[in-house]
């Protein structure tokens, strides 16, 4: 529970940059806050600002937020086979990533249940809450240049994408969507080189072995080691 | 088609993503390819979007104080700083490169 709602006050907290990256991104209040309160997954979220805030326009801006969302399908059926939490509905809405990484960190299932509710449900509120705060400062900020606002959209998608490069091959990949990226912004218009991107990693993913895996050479099992 | 559609849209679309993994069969969605393809997929696009956001502007990729922000952002991770750390370091590296005059 101490734990659940730690996690909901720190995640609560970057409802603040999200709000006022938003803001900046060119969205209105309501926008903001229809994004936090109906989509609720800060990397779709931050996706959907941050294809906006390049100069994508909304269909681009939608593609980035889906396929960010993925993963959430794959926490649901975690969750739904380990957790069985109930009220199916509404556990799909707070099913994001740190619900369910709190609600697998615990042994009991009872403890499960609760760790999932409490921190899916403590986000909710104060993500929304803070997302509030943060378009309202946002709002009265001005140029969001001057306060190193896009600076601090660039240190959020590193900090969402950090956790996740556990080993070399992450860090391959990322390198190579990264240059992808770089290479098509000249080509196609704003906000289609992150679906680019998208497309390269999903084929990374199918043809790519995973180190460690069944199918895979002696040298990538060294190297991931 | 005005913003307020695709908003709606895709958090449509996030609530329906979250939802089908509760209902679709399990076997479809524990295959280890599938599993192994949303993996990719995210790591692939929140590279990509640290790079738009770090270096695109328009349509070129140019250098300027995000550049720093990036850097900042990094560090502030290696030293295991909280996400709004992290967050805050990205944005007074690119505030105090533009007070120095930079990008």
Known sequence: ?225 | MSLWWWILIAAAVAYVTKLAGYLIPRSWLESERALRVAGCLTIGLLASLTVTNAFVSGSSVVFDARLGALAAAAIALLLRAPFLVVVLSGAAAAALLRLAGWG
């Open chain 1, 1 to 225: 529970m101490t734990q659940s709602l730690g996690l909901s006050v720190a995640t609560g907290l970057y409802g603040i940059s999200f709000g006022a990256l938003g803001v900046a991104a060119g969205l209105n209040l309501w926008q903001v806050i229809a994004l936090s309160a109906l989509m609720f997954t800060g990397g779709s979220q931050f996706a959907f600002i941050g294809v906006l805030a390049g100069g994508g326009g909304g269909g681009a801006a939608f593609g980035a937020s889906a396929l960010l969302g993925v993963r959430n399908a794959v926490y649901g059926m975690q969750i739904n086979t380990l957790v069985r939490p109930g009220l199916t509905p509404l556990a799909a809405h707070v099913t994001i990533d740190e619900s369910t990484a709190l609600a697998l960190s615990q042994d009991d299932p009872r403890e499960r249940r609760l760790a999932f509710w409490a921190t899916g449900v403590g986000i909710w509120s104060l993500w929304n809450l803070f997302t509030v705060v943060g378009a309202v400062l946002g709002e009265a900020m001005g140029d969001p240049k001057a306060w190193g606002l896009d600076g601090a959209a660039v240190a959020a998608f590193l900090g969402l994408l950090w956790p996740r490069l556990k080993g070399r091959e992450p860090w391959a990949l990322a390198v190579v969507a990264g240059l992808v990226t770089a290479l098509a912004v000249p080509l196609v218009p704003a906000g289609v080189p992150i679906l680019v991107a998208a497309v390269v990693s999903a084929a990374w993913g199918l043809w790519v072995p995973e180190p460690g895996g069944k199918n895979t050479p002696r040298v990538w099992k060294r190297g991931a080691a």
